[in-house]
């Protein structure tokens, strides 16, 4: 970009010599442009696509601000006078010029503020390439960025920051399927280093003190990624790759186990799926509360909170993968995604599986199937558009329920003809976009291939009742046993409550000699079966579905559904919301120790100490599922007797946690040290 950021909030621009300088700050009023001359529709949709991007930024922490300067080169993909960008509602335009520093009008969409229309001073034609020029500026706090259901995609303050795409902090089109080509200068205070995509070179020091880093995209990709703040750099070398691990200063120490394990992950995916073109990547930690991960080429960011002594590889599992799917193969639209984050989410688990093996892999399948129930019936997958990046729908939807669907293919295509599929659709796809009918379309074509002789499959019933649908199936069955002259013959019925239901779903026969496993058809509201087996069934020993191959309900994973939303909402300090859905979970089994808990946690943080101490009562009378609840739980009723001025009967609690020996999440620690000192109410939380 032929241009420079100068502390104050000017843009000094050198081009054919002009100086130009902007009176641009954060806390200007806004310019109100003149509105376009007549109203392009509503409803309207891009008809332009970036191509390249020179983007020069300063972040300014005192004020949790940025001040920008975005020159875009933009394809016409039909003919318009309009032109559509996205940029964050936040950040406020101080004005827009064309190629030739012509003031363009422009307006915010009022139903869509993220959508800026521009007004073109003459139609562009068809392949036709217009350069336009953004100027804008406005806060970045994480606050400012969030909405009551989507953590916060960029935040900028006094000692960090992070951009993410999705927060919209460069003015974008086709926001998760484009590629470009782009430059982008970011300006810091000293003693901050920045991390982003691309080809990095030399910090320049300007002569006001601050350090400008410069990254150069020259092959088209989605980047636009950057984290800043005190980071420091360890090169690590392993398995044949160069991994450089970004870290605070006091996490240095960690930096060499970190960056083993993504060297050992991108040679796992590479067997699995086919090489990177550039397998040495970067991670790097930031500072997002409420993202445990994310990638971007040849990028991988891990949330502060997430980062251990000892690597966190499910979670790295599935952000590595990201580089295969979501970075190489880049979904082409926004409903596009499940062939991007399902894929990967469901990839951490191929990794569990192949390295830790069969008990691993079948929790994270329980996790998805819990993360999918959440909140399962917000919108079809093939719908993923209608929800929010990130947001706790959107996981439960594109991330967990997408990963489920992957593990059902898997069941219904056998094991060698899905990895064939994974591997052809990523060698036929990588460096381009693909759709989710492009996956469709593969997947039943390997699964003809390997059809038993005579046999067709259709896979079109499958994809409609899980992508283009919502509803999980809730199983119940019923039997009687005959006796034959060859063995046993098992007449039943299997009910469920989704209409257009289709499967083939596995059934599992306990018998006095070895299991025996029959595959039925289930379909529509009830479906009648007969199986015949050699050995005599036990009484109650026939299960459908043991291996969980298939995406089910059931009162206990509805149960942990409820939970896991009260979770998320009390993550990010909703608390009331949280305690409701722990109520629900307590609707459906009133034993459920985890639910009791959860309550008491949320109460005591709202400091209602009687309700409180009453719930983790409760979680000692449950079922003590999981197991730690017992020692937390006296933990909490030890610190709501110090705050309410009982000392012995705090000790008392503490004790108690401590004969437990039960160690999880610090937990004897935590009783110790509450032993020696009563609990102050500024003291800080640290459950499970």
Known sequence: M??????????????????????LTVTAAPQRPSPPTSAAPSGSRQTFRAAHYDVEVRLEP????????????????EPSRFLEVELNPNLTIQRV???AQQA????????????????????ATAAQRITLTFEYAGPVAAADLSTQHTPPLAAVSADAAYLLPESRWFPMTHVTGNRFTS???IHVPAGTAVVSTGRVQSPEVTAGGQVVYSFQNEKPSNGGTLVAGPLQRTQVTAEGLTISVYTQPSDVATAQAWGEAVAELVNFFSGEFGALPEPNLTVAQFTAHAIAGYAAPGLILVGQRRWGREPDRQLLAEQVARQWWGVQVLPATADDVWISDGLARYSSALYLQQTRGEGPFQEAIDVFAVGALMYEDAAPIAQASRLAPYSSEYRSVVANKGAMVFHMLRSQLGEEPFRTLLRNFYTQYAGRMATVEDFRRMAAQIAEQNAPAGESVN?????????????VPEFSLEYVVFRTQRGFRIVGKVKQDLETFRMQ??????TEGNPEWKRIEVRGRESDFAVETFGRPKPGGITLDPNNHLLKSSPALRVRAAIARGEALAEIGQFYDAIREYERAITINKTSSLAHFRMGEAMFFQKNYQAAANAFRNALDGNLEPKWVEVWAHIYLGKIFDLTGQRERAINEYSRALELNDNTGGA????????????????PPAAP
Do not use: C
Request: hydrophobic share 40%; proline share 5%; net charge positive.
């Open 2 to 23: 032929h241009g420079s950021l100068q502390k104050g909030g000017g843009i000094v621009a050198r081009s054919a010599g002009v100086l130009l300088v902007l009176l």
């Open 62 to 77: 005192a004020a949790q601000a940025l001040v920008g300067r975005a020159r875009v080169e933009l394809l016409a993909e």
């Open 97 to 99: 010029t064309g190629s």
């Open 104 to 123: 363009l009008s422009f307006n915010r969409d009022a139903e869509r503020p993220q959508v800026v229309r521009v007004l073109l001073p003459e139609p």
């Open 183 to 185: 430059h982008f200068r």
């Open 459 to 471: 896979l079109t019933p499958f994809f409609t009742q899980w992508l283009n649908s919502t509803g």
């Open 505 to 510: 779903v596995d059934l599992k026969v306990e």
């Open 668 to 683: 004897q620690q935590e009783a110790q040290k509450y032993i020696q000192q009563p609990y102050k109410e500024d003291s």
